[in-house]
Structure formats: C-alpha cells, structure tokens
C-alpha cells in the first residue's frame, strides 16, 4: 500500500523559497549594470526582507519550517553525504542534514550580501569591500549550485520530485508526519 501525500511545506516557506531564488537570480543579473542600479538593490533589500522573514518564521513556524527540525551536527551531515555518495541515504521528509547545512549558508549569504551591499549603496567602506560583496554574491551563486545538485541527486536516488514538492508543498508520507491541524 503507498503512503498518502502530506503537507511538508507550508506556503510561507514555498512563497520565501521562490522569492529568494527569483530575488537573488535578478540581484546577481543586474550587478553589473550602472543602468540596472536601482532594480540591483530593490532586490537585494527584497532578499533581506525575505531572510528576516525566514529567520522569523523559524522560530515560530510550522513542524517543518522549524529550525529546530533540521539543526544537524557535523557528524550527521558527514553521515548523511557518505551515505548519499554510496547511494543508500536516510530518507528524510523535512529537510536532510546536507541540506539543513546549506539553508543555514545561504541565509547567512544573503545576509552578509545584502549587509555588504547596503554599506556600498551608502558609501561606506570603498573598494575592499565592493570586492568582499562581489565574493559573497558569487560564493552565494556556489552554494546554490550546489544546493540544486542536491536536490536532484535525492530527487533521483529518492525516487521523488522535490522540485514539485517545493512548489505544492506535498510528500509522501505517514499521516502523523503531516502538520497538525490548522497548522499547515
């Protein structure tokens, strides 16, 4: 008998999720445009409204938006990528240890980005750190490269859409991992 589809992702975290992908792809598109200036930071406030955003709601969110619900140590997340790499790797309905490790990075970029950013936009601190945003954005770019080979290689091994599940919010699972009532 197959499980029943459940709510994992509320759509406070799928709209958050979208918003920053689509905020940080136009941000990173018009860097480099003095004509584009104004839409670059638009986009760069926008992501630091959606990553305090986020931070909120991870705190008093639903089950799996929760940061207590994926806070994983190292040894877990080693555990979790040897696993993966020989390709048996714990399933998880919520987020997986690499990925809990790479939503922290990506909202610690952002943050970081979208600081750096700010304080070039007021002309403070010149070109050092023009140079340091540059890095971030770019370092930004790597961790979601990486964050979308994660998700189709357990989108493969797992057998199941992951990119669908972040834009219905459903997975398969066992009714009581669903979220409880008047909570999703």
Same mark, same amino acid.
């Given at each position: 008998?197959?499980?029943?589809?459940?709510?994992?992702?509320?759509?406070?975290?799928?709209?958050?999720?979208?918003?920053?992908?689509?905020?940080?792809?136009?941000?990173?598109?018009?860097?480099?445009?003095?004509?584009?200036?104004?839409?670059?930071? #638009?986009?760069?406030?926008?992501?630091?409204?959606?990553? #305090?955003?986020?931070?909120?709601? !991870?705190?008093? !969110?639903?089950?799996?938006?929760?940061?207590?619900?994926?806070?994983? !140590?190292?040894? &877990?997340?080693?555990?979790?990528?040897?696993?993966?790499?020989?390709?048996?790797?714990?399933?998880?309905?919520?987020?997986?240890?690499?990925?809990?490790?790479?939503?922290?990075?990506?909202?610690?970029?952002?943050?970081?980005?979208?600081?750096?950013?700010?304080?070039?936009?007021?002309?403070?601190?010149?070109?050092?750190?023009?140079?340091?945003?540059? !890095?971030?954005?770019?370092?930004?770019?790597?961790?979601?490269?990486?964050?979308?080979?994660?998700?189709?290689?357990?989108?493969?091994?797992? &057998?199941?859409?992951?990119?669908?599940?972040?834009?219905?919010?459903?997975?398969?699972?066992?009714?009581?991992?669903?979220?409880?009532?008047?909570?999703?």
């Amino acid at each position: 008998m197959s499980k029943p589809k459940i709510l994992v992702w509320d759509i406070a975290v799928r709209a958050f999720h979208w918003l920053l992908a689509l905020s940080f792809l136009g941000a990173f598109l018009t860097a480099e445009s003095e004509r584009m200036r104004d839409v670059h930071v #638009a986009l760069g406030y926008t992501m630091l409204g959606l990553v #305090a955003f986020r931070l909120v709601w !991870g705190l008093v !969110g639903t089950r799996y938006a929760r940061f207590t619900s994926f806070a994983f !140590g190292p040894k &877990r997340v080693a555990a979790y990528i040897k696993s993966l790499l020989a390709l048996r790797p714990q399933h998880y309905l919520g987020h997986n240890p690499a990925g809990s490790w790479a939503i922290y990075a990506l909202l610690a970029l952002s943050v970081l980005a979208g600081a750096t950013g700010y304080a070039i936009y007021n002309d403070v601190g010149g070109h050092w750190l023009e140079e340091l945003h540059e !890095g971030v954005a770019n370092t930004l770019l790597a961790v979601v490269i990486v964050h979308i080979a994660g998700v189709l290689v357990s989108s493969l091994i797992h &057998r199941e859409n992951l990119v669908r599940s972040m834009l219905t919010g459903y997975k398969t699972g066992d009714p009581g991992d669903a979220h409880p009532a008047g909570r999703g």
